[in-house]
């Protein structure tokens, strides 16, 4: 008898255990970043290194570029003249005014005037005309320079967003080129488990599902719910990507972090019928 009922209870266990899915994977972030340079100089200053914590828009490094500061000296330069242009123009139709108020006076009063005056309009004209012509130059000229101020301030790289940098593959005085890899950044707020699972497995998870956590190094069991499974099979293995989200609630859980996984499909079946 008691045979029996250890036969019959090791069965129920083995049941029991069937209804669960046991799933390895790694955690990962999912708010990655890849740090470049938009546009090519030597590296004039670090501010952070591998394991700092940065905050968003912390500048992480700065570059000099002889060409940007070439261009910004014409910028400024061109500006600068533009406005001496405005202002001498500005000047001489001031005095244009002022003789030309003298010579109607003289008019009114009967002197001989008249050529006097059409000749002040006529040298007016040109004179309205280069004044139109300097405020317009002003004009494009501080387009010009905020265009290359806003390109100085990529020179500074800034921080797209709070994490820890990971990677550094730069040093002072090195040749930055745009797309080059600067730096990677890695959000630690944020985490999932990335797994793989069997072709055969995808009727036994859907999206939502609860997921039993464990993280073996820190004896820490915790839980998430299903993603997404990505809809791209590895044609070799014939595996899918599944990916998990969960609650931080432990400091030193960090990326790269290997994780059991465990999923009870056949209550979630019966649930839903």
């Known amino acids: 008898m008691f045979r029996f009922l250890f036969v019959f209870l090791l069965a129920i266990s083995m049941m029991l255990e069937a209804r669960h899915l046991s799933i390895t994977g790694t955690i990962v972030s999912n708010n990655q970043k890849m740090i470049g340079a938009r546009y090519m100089g ?9 394991g700092d914590t940065v905050k968003r828009e912390d500048t992480l490094f700065e570059l000099e570029s ?17 406005e001496i242009m405005v202002n001498m123009y ?3 139709m001031e005095r244009i005014k002022k003789e030309r108020s003298i010579l109607r006076k003289l008019k009114k009063t009967g002197g001989r005037a008249m050529p006097d005056l059409d000749d002040m ?3 007016s004209d040109n004179v309205e005309a280069g004044l139109a012509a300097a405020q317009k130059m002003v004009e494009n000229m501080s387009v010009k320079v905020k265009q290359i101020a806003t390109i100085s301030d990529y020179l ?4 797209p967003n709070d994490g820890i940098i990971v990677q550094k593959r730069i040093r002072v005085g090195d040749l930055v080129m745009p797309g080059m890899l600067a730096m990677l ?16 497995d995808l009727l036994k998870i859907h999206k939502g599902q609860k997921v039993d956590i464990t993280i073996p190094s820190l004896k820490h069991h915790t839980t998430g719910v299903v ?5 791209s099979a590895n044609p070799m293995a014939h595996t899918f990507t599944l990916i998990v989200k969960f609650k931080k609630d ?3 859980i960090f990326p790269g972090m290997y994780a059991k996984m465990k999923i009870n499909y056949e209550s979630d079946h019966k649930k839903e019928e």
């Open 250 to 252: 432990n400091e030193k």
């Open 66 to 82: 002889a060409e940007f500061d070439i261009m910004k000296e014409q910028a400024d330069l061109g500006l600068e003249q533009a």
């Open 185 to 200: 950044i890695v959000d630690l707020k944020h985490l999932e488990i990335d797994a793989q699972i069997a072709e055969s």
């Open 121 to 123: 309009d006529s040298v």
């Open 227 to 231: 993603k997404t499974i990505v809809p």
């Open 90 to 92: 500005r000047t001489r």
């Open 156 to 159: 500074e790289v800034k921080a």
């Open 42 to 50: 030597y590296v004039k200053k670090i501010n952070f290194d591998i």
